[in-house]
T-cell receptor
Framework: GAGVSQSPSNKVTEKGKDVELRCDPI?????LYWYRQSLGQGLEFLIY????????KSGLPSDRFSAERTGGSVSTLTIQRTQQEDSAVYLC?????????????FGEGSRLTVL | AQSVTQPDIHITVSEGASLELRCNYS??????LFWYVQSPGQGLQLLLK??????LVQGIKGFEAEFKRSQSSFNLRKPSVHWSDAAEYFC???????????FGKGTRLHILP
């Protein structure tokens, strides 16, 4: 597709359940980010996939959070045993590595509500 | 590790007035700096960026920003705001071309008619 695609756009789950959020970046973009946006917290960095290098996982808030990127393209963010504080909009962004533009292209986000 | 501080959570200005949004960063080397805007119900859009060269950069929608290394700042300015500028503004910092990009907590801009 022309832009970054995320699914689902909305997800309501019960506390304790696992959720998977999917991101399909712009074709050819080698860098992929996950951010979390919640009220008053801005864009919180979660994880950064940079080409073939090991991902930077320094922003993942707990071991309940994990992410993978298969084949250098689609990424899945998994949250296990969800808690109410996980409720937020999860944003995915992609960009071209090694270019001076540095512009991130964002998806529309996945809004997660944990009841 | 890099970080970004946007000291103002909310700012209110009258339509037609000038605007300055503050951004301070922390980074151990030459930073790459960005401003993004998120309009209500919209995705994030790049306003402008600084990598090197002229410290005053021009962006879209009449915005500009000035990089001041001595103050570790990258403030966003606009000489005359329009009601359509009401949005949330995020400053971000990265490093070399492949370093991760970290965002501030944002400043929400309100415009009075």
């Amino acid at each position: 597709g022309a832009g970054v695609s995320q699914s689902p756009s909305n997800k309501v789950t019960e506390k304790g359940k696992d959720v998977e959020l999917r991101c399909d970046p712009i074709s050819g973009h080698t860098a992929l980010y996950w951010y979390r946006q919640s009220l008053g917290q801005g864009l919180e960095f979660l994880i950064y996939f940079q080409g073939n290098s090991a991902p930077d996982k320094s922003g993942l808030p707990s071991d309940r959070f994990s992410a993978e990127r298969t084949g250098g393209s689609v990424s899945t963010l998994t949250i296990q045993r969800t808690q109410q504080e996980d409720s937020a909009v999860y944003l995915c962004a992609s960009s071209l590595l090694g270019t001076p533009t540095g512009e991130l292209f964002f998806g529309e986000g996945s809004r997660l509500t944990v009841l | 590790a890099q970080s970004v501080t946007q000291p103002d959570i909310h700012i209110t200005v009258s339509e037609g007035a000038s605007l300055e949004l503050r951004c301070n960063y922390s980074y151990g080397a030459t930073p790459y700096l960005f401003w993004y805007v998120q309009s209500p119900g919209q995705g994030l859009q790049l306003l402008l960026k600084y990598f090197s060269g002229d410290t005053l950069v021009q962006g879209i929608k009449g915005f500009e920003a000035e990089f001041k290394r001595s103050q570790s700042s990258f403030n966003l300015r606009k000489p005359s705001v329009h009601w359509s500028d009401a949005a949330e503004y995020f400053c971000a910092v990265g490093g070399n071309r492949d370093d991760k990009i970290i965002f501030g907590k944002g400043t929400r801009l309100h415009i009075l008619p």
